[in-house]
C-alpha cells in the first residue's frame, strides 16, 4: 500500500518553466488558439479545470482521461523519490485493490509561463485497500505544457505534510 499511497500524493514537479518576458514573473498572456491570445485570467481557469478533470478520473479510477490528461512522456515523483512513468503512474491509480476515494484541495495556485503551467497546492486524501482506510494529507506540484492546442501534465511531485502533533 505505501508504494501505491506513494503514487497519488499527487503534486508535480517543475519542468523547465518558458519564461518569455525574462523578468522571473509569470505571463500576462500565453498561447495560441484559433481565438487568439488567451488571457491570464481564463487560462488559469483552463488549468484549475484540468486539475479538477484529474482528480476527478483518480477518484472514478478512468484510465482512459487519466491517459488523455497525461503526456506521452508524463513522469511523476512520489514523496519518497520514486518515480513512475505514465504508464506505471496509471496502473498504480487504477489498481482496483486500492482506491482514492475523496479528494480534497486547498490552497491552488496556478501560475502561466508562456505554454507551461504550474499549479500547486495541498490535497487532503481519502483512501482505502483491503489492508483498511487511511488518509493524507500531501502538498503538490503539476507542470502542464500547452500542446496542440490542448494542455498535457507532464510532470508532478508530491511531498507528505507530516500529521501534526500536539502542542503547537
Not at 482506510?133 to 492546442?149: K, L
Request: aromatic share 8%.
Amino acid at each position: 500500500m505505501k508504494h501505491i499511497s506513494i503514487l497519488f500524493f499527487t503534486a508535480l514537479v517543475f519542468l523547465s518553466a518558458c519564461d518569455n518576458n525574462n523578468t522571473g514573473q509569470p505571463d500576462n498572456k500565453v498561447g495560441t488558439t484559433t481565438a487568439g491570445v488567451q488571457n491570464k485570467a481564463s487560462t488559469e481557469q483552463e488549468l484549475h479545470g484540468k486539475l479538477d478533470e484529474w482528480i476527478r478520473a483518480i477518484v472514478t479510477q478512468d484510465r482512459v482521461k487519466l491517459n488523455t490528461l497525461a503526456s506521452d512522456d508524463h513522469l511523476y515523483t512520489g514523496f519518497d523519490g520514486s518515480t513512475f512513468t505514465k504508464s506505471s503512474n496509471i496502473e498504480s491509480l487504477t489498481n482496483p485493490m486500492f482506491r482514492i476515494e475523496k479528494i480534497e484541495t486547498e490552497d491552488v495556485k496556478v501560475r502561466i509561463y508562456g505554454n507551461t503551467g504550474v499549479v500547486t497546492g495541498i490535497a487532503k486524501l481519502k483512501m482505502s485497500a483491503e489492508s483498511g482506510a487511511s488518509t493524507s494529507d500531501t502538498r503538490f506540484t503539476q507542470t502542464w505544457v500547452q500542446q496542440q492546442n490542448d494542455w498535457k501534465l507532464v510532470s508532478e511531485h508530491t511531498s507528505q505534510i507530516p500529521a501534526q502533533s500536539g502542542g503547537q
